[in-house]
């Protein structure tokens, strides 16, 4: 059997590892038009900052390497230009040489990865040398020399996704002005608004200049270098470069032409052996469509980590394994400056687009405890009404993130509800955790709402409930300095320890919010009223500290 890849950065040099692992006897061919293989590309940004001391240990593995280790034959700068499935041939071009020519397989896997998306008042001006792309290995060489060699003082980074806030830190630690250009309305569109504007502050606190709603719409340029960009509101920004971080597509046009079925997205449509609509075709990584474990429906997220697992599954498939793509939920995790930020599962916006009643829960809590330098987690948490299952979280903080966002997401996957989290037999000693950690807690707040009566009442949904005129009894249950400090609108103060004793002025006829400044005390009160016979009765989840943060970023 004769396995030809293109492509070979993770997902193709995955195939090829597996599929020799499988089998001896097959012969493994890579054809890729770049130079390098199996490079890490997320961690270019970290070079160009120069945590990462030298960009070979971006590329520790060369064609000879993989060689010799794995008996595979890759073909570095050799374009594939040609498939023809009626045959199992492809034709390639030597790039070095310009020689075109003509292979056989009998099986393909399609590996191109993705490349970058480029707005498109930038295409018109792709001579410039200082417009650059975060995607290669040679970019990361380009970018790191123009900082060396022009001492660059002002950039200007388009997009505010993963690799667009990566570069803001990077660029601002190495003392770079940074202007951050975002079309849409928040940084972060996988994360909901509310959160998005946390990581909104934190770049705001380094200086970065975030720029949202904004789309460039005319450049111009001295001695073939960019100097300055307008914007759609008449706002002239100078700069020294650009970096263009506005996401990816697929890089699909070596199959367009055979009628191979596309996802929405524009990538390949696969099933769970990531087989392609022909025969003896096969499509891992960025190129490549997932879908989501929670709702089964397409899901583009480009990422390594799955590319890496879709090329293993289908290096299995292929040398006669059983591997399947079982989904994904989407994970990701980025550090901004001082804090980190991680999401899994879905949002709840898009839990309001998919007909989902969920619960939402914003928990604040030390990561570990506060006496050994624990620091404020925020974890916003999502959970179906009816089912209990929880269904996304997005967790933001100095420390502590990645370890819970990792075991939510292990809980989404196997299908936990909220009482599950509760019941974790989770670490615990004080430099690490809470005696109550904060993934504990969230299953606990999450399963009292959904199944034991008391429910949450998010931060806008209370400002909602205001501007439609709701007749509302809320009550801040905090000490009498933080109430007079800042307050909830058309808050009366009632103290926890006095609540007991002043329930005859309140009407137990008319929904009442309690709240504390985080939300525990909140609950506290919300229990006194239920047991009392107040008939509708909500905690503000996440207290007056979420809900100003949120009144802020809606009046901004």
């Not at 000490?479 to 320890?497: C, M, N, R, T, W």
Request: hydrophobic share 40%.
């Amino acid at each position: 059997m004769k396995i030809i890849i293109i492509g070979s950065v993770a997902a193709g040099t995955s195939v090829a590892a597996k599929a020799r692992r499988n089998s001896e006897t097959a012969e493994i061919v890579v054809y890729d038009q770049d130079k390098d293989i199996s490079y890490s590309i997320c961690g270019i940004p970290y070079y160009i900052g120069e945590e990462v001391e030298t960009l070979d240990r971006l590329t520790p593995r060369d064609a000879a390497w993989f060689n010799a280790r794995y008996n595979v034959a890759i073909y570095t700068e050799h374009r594939v230009t040609k498939i023809n499935p009626e045959s199992q041939t492809i034709e390639v071009e030597n790039l070095q040489t310009g020689e075109i020519n003509l292979d056989s397989y009998d099986e393909l896997v399609i590996a191109t990865g993705a490349k970058p998306r480029v707005p498109e008042v930038f295409k018109q001006q792709s001579m410039a040398e200082n417009i650059f792309a975060v995607r290669t290995i040679q970019d990361a060489a380009a970018i790191h020399d123009f900082i060396e060699t022009q001492k660059p003082q002002k950039a200007t980074i388009i997009g505010a996704g993963f690799i667009g806030l990566e570069m803001a830190e990077q660029l601002t630690h190495r003392g770079i002005e940074v202007t951050l250009v975002q079309r849409g309305k928040q940084v972060m569109k996988h994360l909901d608004p509310e959160m998005a504007y946390r990581v909104q502050l934190e770049l705001e606190k380094h200086q970065v200049d975030v720029q949202l709603n904004t789309t460039i719409t005319k450049l111009t340029t001295e001695d073939e270098q960019v100097v300055a960009l307008e914007t759609n509101h008449n706002q002239t920004l100078t700069t020294d470069f650009v970096i263009l971080a506005s996401g990816v597509i697929p890089n699909n046009s070596l199959v367009q032409p055979l009628g191979i079925e596309l996802g929405a997205s524009g990538a390949i449509k696969v099933n769970k052996t990531m087989q392609t609509s022909l025969p003896h075709i096969y499509a891992v990584g960025d190129v490549a469509e997932s879908y989501s474990l929670i709702t089964g429906q397409s899901l583009y997220r480009p990422l390594g980590s799955t590319a890496n697992k879709m090329g293993r599954i289908v290096g299995d498939i292929i040398t006669g394994g059983s591997l399947e793509h079982r989904g994904i939920l989407g994970t990701g995790i980025v550090r901004v400056f001082d804090i980190t930020v991680a999401y899994t599962g879905i949002t709840e916006n898009e839990a309001q687009e998919l007909g989902i009643d969920v619960a939402v829960l914003y928990n604040i809590k030390p990561d570990h405890a506060d006496y050994l330098g624990g620091k404020e987690l925020t974890i916003k948490a999502l959970a179906d009404k009816k089912t209990g299952r929880i269904l996304g979280a997005q967790i933001i903080g100095p420390q502590g993130v990645d370890k819970r966002i990792d075991v939510i997401a292990t809980a989404i996957s196997f299908g936990a509800v909220a009482e599950d989290l509760f019941h974790l037999d989770l670490a615990y000693a004080p430099p690490y955790a809470t005696t109550k950690d904060p993934i504990l807690y969230t299953g606990m707040a999450l399963d009292n709402a959904v199944n034991r009566g008391t429910p949450l009442l998010t931060p806008r949904q209370l400002i909602e409930k205001q501007a439609n005129d709701e007749v509302l009894q809320i009550i801040d249950t905090r000490s009498k300095k933080q109430f007079e400090q800042s307050k909830v609108d058309g808050a009366v103060h009632i103290p926890l320890k006095e609540l007991r004793n002043k329930l005859a002025s309140l009407d137990k006829k008319i929904p009442t919010i309690a709240y504390c400044n985080k939300g525990v005390t909140g609950n506290a009160a919300q229990n006194i009223l239920i047991n009392e016979g107040f008939s509708e009765v909500y905690n503000l989840s996440g207290g007056n500290k979420n809900y100003q943060l949120v009144k802020a970023m809606l009046n901004r």
